[in-house]
């Protein structure tokens, strides 16, 4: 099993940047890839960015490149989603989702284990 905890969350003015953290612990050695995705109320859950546990180059969205950075931190088991240039349309609850080996990393079905999420709300 693995446990994933995000804070981060908040309030911000368009234009403004907010940093997601997410910590994992239990059996992080099985994790693969771990990602982020998000969900505006009445939406469905849509795929953000992910990375290697390993390492390598993430893959982003392409709403989230240019603004979106994911970076990892393994001695803390912590993956981090900095958001810069924030717009009203990011508004929504943010998830990061820890993949095991041979499922698609674009999708939420490919995820084994989910955060609780937080909220990320942007004001115009």
């Known amino acids: 099993q693995v446990q994933l905890v995000e804070s981060g969350g908040g309030l911000v003015q368009a234009g403004g940047s907010l940093r997601l953290s997410c910590a994992a612990s239990?059996?992080?050695?099985?994790?693969?890839?771990m990602g982020w995705f998000r969900q505006a109320p009445g939406k469905e859950r849509e795929f953000v960015i992910y990375?290697?546990?390993?390492?390598?180059?993430?893959f982003y969205a392409d709403f989230a490149k240019d603004r979106f950075t994911i970076s990892r931190d393994n001695a803390k088991n912590t993956v981090y989603l900095q958001m810069n240039s924030l717009k009203p349309e990011d508004t929504a609850v943010y998830y990061c989702?820890?993949?095991?080996?041979?499922?698609?990393?674009?999708?939420?079905?490919?995820?084994?284990?989910w955060g609780q999420g937080t909220q990320v709300t942007v004001t115009s």
């Open positions: 989702a820890a993949k095991m080996p041979g499922r698609i990393a674009t999708l939420a079905r490919g995820y084994d284990y």
């Open positions: 239990g059996r992080t050695s099985s994790i693969n890839v």
């Open positions: 990375i290697s546990w390993s390492g390598g180059t993430p």
